[in-house]
Structures are given as C-alpha cells and as structure tokens.
Nanobody, 120 residues
Framework: VQLQASGGGLVQAGGSLRLSCAASGSIVSINAMAWYRQAPGKQRELVAVITRVGSTNYGDSVKGRFTISRDNAKNTVYLQMNSLKPEDTAVYYC???????????????WGQGTQVTVSS
C-alpha cells in the first residue's frame, strides 16, 4: 500500500492550488484521510481531515479557505486551497488509515509530501 501526492507548486498570494493523493495497492478499506503540512522550523500540523462518510474538520488557520474532499471509488483525497497566503508555504503530506489485504487492522500511511510555495 502506498500514497502518492501531487499538485503542489508555486503560486502568488491570493491564488489557488488543488492537491491530490491517491492510495494504491492491495486495499480492503480506507478510513479517515487527511492532509498535514510542515513549514521549515515548525512542527507538522493538521490541515484537514475527512472521514469515510464525508465528515470534515479543519485547522483554524485554513477554515473558510481550504476544502477537503475524497472519492472513495478512486481511493483519492483532495485538498482545494483558495486565497493562499505566504504563511501557507510548507510541505504538504497526505495521510490515511488503510486496511490492506494482508492486515487485520487499519495502519497509518503517509504520502511523500508535495511542496507548496506561496509568494507575496
């Protein structure tokens, strides 16, 4: 099982980006999916999380600007980021609780990270 994130890049303040993260492998079920971010010199922080049935929760700094969604048929989670600010600059990581074919339990998986840079 692996997660592959994409969609990062360089954007001006006020712009938008959409991140995607697809899970692949021998997957039985995916529970919660989430996005985290880590800026230089800072701890990794939760950006947004979505349950299998679509309930969402957001970090205070992104509420009203970012939207998390998922496509269960494609095992993919998205993060639509609008009104981007320079302080949103970070490496963004996707995370998912996945039960693989060889496991009785849900395990925590991380994507490789994708850089988002917002210029002022």
């Amino acid at each position: 099982v692996q997660l592959q994130a994409s969609g990062g890049g360089l954007v001006q303040a006020g712009g938008s980006l959409r991140l995607s993260c697809a899970a692949s492998g021998s997957i039985v079920s995916i529970n919660a999916m989430a996005w985290y971010r880590q800026a230089p010199g800072k701890q990794r922080e939760l950006v947004a999380v979505i349950t299998r049935v679509g309930s969402t929760n957001y970090g205070d700094s992104v509420k009203g600007r970012f939207t998390i969604s998922r496509d269960n048929a494609k095992n993919t989670v998205y993060l639509q980021m609008n009104s981007l600010k320079p302080e949103d600059t970070a490496v963004y990581y996707c995370n998912a609780a996945i039960k693989g074919a060889a496991s009785y339990y849900y395990n925590d998986y991380w994507g490789q990270g994708t850089q988002v840079t917002v210029s002022s």
